[in-house]
Every structure is written in C-alpha cells, then in structure tokens.
C-alpha cells in the first residue's frame, strides 16, 4: 500500500498455559504486534499493525508457527491512513 494506509488487526490467540510466558515473549518480537490482554485459560487479545492485507496474514502465520499456540483468529481488521499521512493533513 505504499506507505499511504496502514493494516491494523485484531486477533484472539489461544495458547497451552504451561507456555503462555514465552508465548507472550514471542509475540511482542513480531513487527508491528502487541499483547493487550491475557486471560484464563491462555486467551490473548494481540493487534497488528502492518503495511498491507497481505503483511498481516503473514504475521498471521507466524502467530500460529509459535511453540504452544494452539490457534490464532482473526477478529477484526481496519485500513486507516499512516500516521506520516494523517500529519500531512493537519
């Protein structure tokens, strides 16, 4: 998308308890990824923000590839002007 509008998603990880530590660890290594919430049972709320659709399913992926992810679901996604390109109008 050229810089011009940024990928912002909401995804639900659910996580083995055991491993929910490290899963956390691994997950704020992600570009653009960030644990909001934990909950019982291994439940994380995680946003992503990205350049394109394309770069937040491959985020997407590699929230799933993560030793004691059990899975990750997409839940919400909003395209929203950069913030380079929200400046500019101001």
Wanted: glycine letters at 12%; zero cysteines.
């Amino acid at each position: 998308m050229n810089g011009e509008y940024v990928e912002l998603a909401g995804v639900l990880v659910h996580a083995r308890t055991h491993a929910l530590d490290r899963v956390v660890r691994r997950i704020g290594l992600l570009p653009g990824a960030q644990v909001h919430a934990t909950g019982p049972g291994g439940k994380l709320v995680v946003t992503l923000e990205a350049a394109s659709g394309r770069d937040v399913l491959a985020r997407l992926e590699q929230l799933r590839d993560i030793a004691g992810v059990l899975s990750a679901s997409l839940v919400y996604e909003h395209t929203e002007p950069s913030h380079s390109e929200a400046g500019a109008e101001s």
